[in-house]
């Protein structure tokens, strides 16, 4: 399903609320988390939310999609960090069920399987929450990646290091790689939830709509998923076959991605 929306504004509280839904009606859900400039403002959103009912979130357990090589909990860019500044700190959650992947594990095979079985260990995600890189990129799964992976350790594309490159004060300082939930684990979750927003992503949001499954786009493999909604602002949907006036919070393909 698409959820297509005027501005970042309304992506961002359609999304928090779905989120803030599932957490109010599931105290001990387990949710998958995303990083990134997209989610920024989301979780700026959710955080006003979850102040204003704040509800127990003590049960909830989160799991993060990925995580630099490399970079100390400490460094600004680390997803670790990312993740303190705009959602751990401002919320009174359990330290013991928040992970993330550990880009400084000694054995990274061994840390990569322990993340995929403490997943089902925790009895899967009822919800993994999806931002996506410019070239089709869901966590860190990018073009190309076996649709059967499950977490593990990927060299990032030239055109990922240069994204994220404006995040970075020298852009050459972007890790070359990194951990991600694989693609079979986000086809675990219960629900997805795919957010994209910005000219940036039109390209490949219209690629993505035209697209069958094909590991050429690691995104497309939501295709596979019986529970995803896509949301959009509509500047990311502006090249989607919708005509020049999406209806906010339109829904252009009702029966499925
Ligand atoms: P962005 O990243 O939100 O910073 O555009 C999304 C992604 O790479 O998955």
């Not at 390209?203 to 019986?226: C, V």
Request: overall charge negative.
């Amino acid at each position: 399903m698409y959820k297509i929306f005027d501005t970042v504004d309304e992506v961002s509280r359609y999304t928090a609320q779905r989120l803030r839904d599932i957490i109010l009606a599931k105290p001990e859900a387990v949710l998958g988390l995303a990083t990134g400039g997209t989610m920024e403002p989301m979780y700026a959103r959710l955080v006003e939310m979850l102040q204003t009912s704040p509800g127990d979130l003590s049960r909830l357990t989160t799991f993060n999609l990925d995580e630099y090589i490399g970079l100390a909990a400490s460094h600004p860019q680390s997803y670790r960090y990312f993740m303190g500044r705009h959602l751990f700190d401002k919320l009174s959650l359990t330290p013991e069920r928040v992970h993330l992947p550990d880009g400084l594990a000694e054995d990274i095979d061994g840390a990569c399987r322990a993340y995929s079985a403490a997943i089902q260990a925790a009895g899967g995600l009822d919800l993994q929450l999806l931002g996506i890189g410019s070239n089709g990129h869901i966590g860190f799964n990018e073009p190309h990646t076996r649709f059967s992976c499950r977490t593990h350790a990927i060299a990032l594309s030239e055109q990922t290091r240069r994204d994220n490159g404006r995040f970075f004060n020298d852009p050459d300082e972007v890790p070359t790689h990194a951990l991600t939930l694989g693609i079979q684990d986000i086809l675990e979750a219960r629900e997805v939830l795919l957010v994209a927003t910005g000219p940036g992503k039109a390209g490949i949001m219209a690629e993505l709509y035209r697209s069958d499954a094909d590991e050429a786009l690691p995104a497309s493999a939501l295709k596979r998923h019986p529970n995803v909604t896509i949301v959009m602002d509509s500047e990311a949907a502006a090249l989607l076959p919708l005509g020049s006036d999406p209806t906010p919070g339109s829904d252009p393909a009702p029966h499925g991605v």
